[in-house]
């Protein structure tokens, strides 16, 4: 089956070339020129549109940053949904309600949609460990299966029922996102107390305040202030109002993750939501006077 690939930013230029180093045919586009000869170079074929790779390809990926970009390029006018594609796998976190919509209104024009986000990060992406949660169609699933092998390592087929991997994502980054500024107000009280950095993760991570970010985050990124462009703070701010969005639906009440979601709503309003998340520890050191961690000789983690 011939690829599509929409969408080569932090998360799809690693996909996309994975998928061309395992052998796949593959058609790219994005905005971004760049990213786009990338792809040529690892061996994929440009195209100058999505409407353009959508009459060229029988499955379409994307990997896009908002639920209304992924609505524009697969339901909008010249988008994925209106070429020879039959099937269509969104990586992006576009929450169940899009998926839901978007779903629908493919499945009117004879397109299946597999719901597929992801969760490693940008070196996930790279290595192809990623976690890919899924559902759709259970045909449509073991079409798409091979290419999703070559991206990721960890496939969790969740149902047919759409957007219930989008649902299974979203808690995981709100879950990411409470524990990564619990950590980091935490740390910057340790260190303005005179704790020192490197020693408080070494205690936490084989202790019972252990995270993901305290154990992968912290270290690779903001203990030694290198604070890598990875996973913006506008993306997580996305994923936890989608989520509190849900919740809300559902009626179910998050207050611990509200409490997340205002103070990264409030790190946007001053100016973080292009940076990397991992920089909203500066607010917490900004507030209590103090820095957590010094910037190291090192090269800082790609
Ligand atoms: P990104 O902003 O780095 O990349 C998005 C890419 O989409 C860019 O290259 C951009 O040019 C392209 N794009 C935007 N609009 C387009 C359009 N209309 N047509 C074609 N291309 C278009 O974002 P990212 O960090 O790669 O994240 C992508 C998705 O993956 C998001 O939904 C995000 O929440 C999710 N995600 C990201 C991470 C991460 O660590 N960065 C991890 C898991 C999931």
Known sequence: ??????????????????????????????????????LVDAGAKRADSVSELANQVECGLVCLPTPDIVDTVLIGEGGLGAGSVRTIVDLSTSGPSAAQRIGAELG????????????????????????????????AYHDVRLALEAIGKNLFYLGGQPGLAQLMKLINNTLCAVSAISAFEGLVLGAKAGLDPQTMLDVINVSSGQSFATSIKIPQCVVNRSFPPRFTSALLDKDVRLCLAEAERLGVTMPISQQTRQF??????????????GNLIKIFEGWAGTQFGTQTAQEPVA
């Open 1 to 38: 089956m011939r690829l599509g690939f929409v969408g080569l930013g932090s998360m799809g230029l690693h996909m996309a070339r994975r998928l061309c180093d395992a052998g796949h045919e593959l058609v790219v586009f994005d905005l971004n020129d760049a990213a786009v000869q990338t």
């Open 108 to 139: 009117r024009r004879g397109i299946r949609l597999v719901d597929a986000p992801v969760s490693g990060g940008t070196i996930g992406a790279e290595a192809g460990t990623l976690t890919i949660m899924i559902s759709g169609e259970d045909a």
């Open 264 to 277: 990264i709503a409030f790190a946007l309003s001053q100016g973080y939501g292009d940076q990397d998340y």
